[in-house]
């Protein structure tokens, strides 16, 4: 019997919310986990495919995506995240509480890229009157 995407979200509500600082909200239609500093965690439908994406940084997403499980999260792989598909394999609880875990962590410590200084502005005329 195939999991639902309802009992999938239980499970990643479960884990998640259990995680210092989370709180659920919709991101572009689909339940996603954060912390103050940026989402970490998204249970979405791609093609067809419902799938859990996480943040593992790009140094391992390689590893990853040797697993025909995982796939290039849409969008935001470019920045580390990869998206395990949930009906390839039996879900293993243990490993997805981990990768949330992870992305959690990645997503805690993740320092906020410094905006670049704005370029000086010429002083300001006064017109005469």
Not at 77 to 102: M, N, Q, R, Y
Not at 104 to 124: F, I, Y
Request: hydrophobic fraction near 35%; include cysteine.
């Amino acid at each position: 019997m195939k999991v639902t995407e309802q009992q999938v979200l239980t499970r990643m509500r479960k884990i998640c919310l259990a995680l210092e600082g989370t709180e659920e909200k919709l991101s572009h239609g689909h339940p996603s986990f954060a912390t103050s500093k940026g989402i970490y965690a998204v249970l979405e439908e791609y093609r067809g495919e419902l799938s859990i994406c996480v943040k593992v940084g790009l140094g391992v997403q390689g590893a990853f995506l040797e697993d025909q499980r995982y796939y290039l999260t849409p969008y935001s792989g470019k920045h580390g995240w990869v998206s395990l598909k949930v009906h390839a394999a039996p879900l293993d609880w243990k490993e997805i509480a981990g990768l949330l875990a992870g992305s959690h962590q990645l997503a805690s410590t993740a320092a906020k890229k410094p905006k670049p200084p704005r370029a000086p502005q010429a002083p300001r005329r006064s017109s005469p009157l």
